[in-house]
């Protein structure tokens, strides 16, 4: 029998109840920066690396339609100003949609900026930024994008930071019907990522690594049969994941205390005109 064969019938009789993570050799294709991406241990790990010349990046070999993405990364430690390191979703071509994750680096002993956005049909500007409870640059930590139909969550370590509602009935666009790929990369952005571009990248530390590992999606696979990847043992959960009440609590204290931007609250930007989204009440 072969191994996808072995796997989808033990799935099925519930003999596994790991996670198997997958692997990069066999999800990725490196497609910047050539050997300044490395992947390491037989697949389990991956290294993007930045020097003055260039950064580093790969994407999935599957498009995705709705599921659950985790990566664990250890982001560039030190003086990191002007890296970005990202992890996030992408559909191609012109009207795109996009779900990001972005790790905006700091000088020594200052925080990493996290940012989140999304796209539907081409328009962003939905930014949310969040510090973070721990030091990103010391261990690995699970980051995780959840897309159904319902709304898209993103969670660090299983803590819900940000829910983006489907609001299509008050005529907000909402990704739900193309494809996207999973992406990752480190790049420098010294103009502007670190306090405004007034942080430049000391280039005497470079090069500057981000560590990957760990990667799952239990997802809806576009093109491939079977189409799910139900490798998680939680099956197809996240097609219908919304907040319980510990997320609830989770999310507000997250926003409460390390929330330093949202789009929601920026009326000078949009001149008090905020996106329909924001003048609803909020859908958890
Ligand atoms: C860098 O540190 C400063 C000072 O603590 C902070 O205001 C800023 O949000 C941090 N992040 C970035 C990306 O500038």
């Given amino acids: 029998m072969e191994l996808s064969s072995f796997i989808a019938v033990a799935v099925m009789a519930g003999l596994i109840t790991i996670t198997l993570a997958g692997n990069f050799y ?18 389990q790990d991956l290294s993007l690396s930045l020097d003055r010349f260039s950064g580093s990046g790969f994407q999935s070999k599957h498009e995705y339609l709705f599921g659950r993405f985790d990566m664990q990364l250890k982001l560039v430690p030190g003086n990191s100003a002007g890296t970005v390191t990202t992890f996030y979703l992408s559909s191609q071509g012109a009207g795109h949609d996009e779900i990001d994750f972005e790790f905006l680096g700091n000088s ?39 897309w159904n139909s319902h709304r898209i969550i993103f969670l660090i370590d299983n803590i819900p930071l940000r829910v983006f509602s489907n609001y299509e009935a008050y005529g907000v666009p909402y990704p739900k019907s193309q494809p996207m790929r999973v992406y990752a990369s480190l790049w420098n952005a010294d103009d ?35 189409k799910f ?4 043992n939680n099956g197809q959960a996240w097609s219908t994941q919304g907040l319980d009440a510990a997320g609830r609590n989770r ?19 949009f001149a008090g005109r905020l996106p329909a989204e924001c003048k609803r009440p909020k859908l958890l």
């Fill in 26 to 43: 066999n999800d990725m294709d490196i497609t910047f920066g050539s050997e300044r991406a490395k992947i390491l241990n037989g697949g």
């Fill in 108 to 146: 020594s002993g200052n925080p990493y900026t996290i940012h989140t956005n999304v796209f539907a049909q081409g328009k962003g500007e939905k930014e949310q930024q969040f510090h973070l409870w721990f030091d990103p640059t010391t261990a690995f930590h699970t980051y995780t994008i959840v």
């Fill in 192 to 226: 502007w990522a670190t306090q405004g571009g007034r942080v430049k990248t000391d280039w005497t530390k470079s090069p500057f690594i981000a560590s990957y590992r760990n990667f799952n999606a239990d997802a809806n696979m576009v093109g491939v049969n079977p």
């Fill in 229 to 232: 990847t139900t490798f998680g």
């Fill in 251 to 269: 999310i507000r204290w997250v926003q409460s205390k390390y929330m330093i931007y949202n789009y929601c609250k920026d009326n000078t930007r």
